[in-house]
């Protein structure tokens, strides 16, 4: 990764580095049910502006203190959470080691920090959240309420908002018998969302070059733009 990509991509999302995030969970409720796999994968650009799914990271999570384990959401995921051969990691643990990852790259590529991107995107950064609260981490690099929902993308691209349809009516490899895992389902949530960025190259040259006739920038809120209006670029800023 060079100077003119991070310079790219800092500017083609404002700031902000999509990472894919994929987590498996005990049930649907983030506050009282068990993270147990996390997985990110960066989005990277090529010196052109092609994004391309970049390196990625998969922990196993043991169960918090009092989670509860929803035995149909278990066998969704063949999880296993006490199996003695599980290599999981305490939450804090996990989470550390993503969020060092995420926020190495985002200092490459001369970002203010990271923006989630998932299929059904609010329910992994839900859980995220969730969990950056029970551990106390205070140095998330993940904006605390926006994302980039791949589910919608591919709705409005492909026709398509199942994660599995989507992939495969877009083109790329679809293997059954890896889905419910975090890393394979993240590192195909990342490949659809740079098919659908890459796609819409064009329309965001386009809107680039009125943007900088407005004289926006990607360091803080734009020129004509009060804090009530842009309440991303303040709140919760990465430390």
Known sequence: MNDTAA????????????????????????????????????VDME???????????????????GARL????????????????????????????????????????????????GHNAAFDLGFLNAAVERTRIKRNPFHPFSCFDTATLAGAALGQT?????????????DASSAHSARYDAERSADLFCLACNRLNDSFQVA???????????????????????PDDSANPAS
């Open 7 to 42: 310079a790219l991509m800092a500017r083609r999302f404002r700031g902000y580095l999509p990472v894919a995030i994929d987590v498996e969970c005990g049930g649907f409720n983030a506050a009282t049910d068990a993270l147990l796999e996390i997985a990110a994968v960066l």
């Open 47 to 65: 010196p052109d502006g092609t994004l391309r799914r970049g390196e990625s990271w998969h922990f196993h999570v043991q169960p918090f203190p």
């Open 70 to 117: 929803e035995p149909a959401a278990l066998s969704v995921t063949g999880i296993d959470p006490f199996h003695p051969l599980r290599p999981a990691l305490p939450e804090h643990d996990a989470l550390q080691r993503v969020f060092r990852e995420v926020r190495r790259a985002v200092r490459a590529y001369e970002c203010r920090r990271a923006i989630l991107v």
């Open 162 to 174: 199942v994660l599995a349809k989507a992939v495969r009516v877009a083109g790329l490899e679809w």
């Open 208 to 230: 680039d070059q009125r943007a900088r006739a407005f004289g926006w920038g990607v360091s803080g809120p734009e020129a004509g733009e009060s804090e009530a209006q842009s």
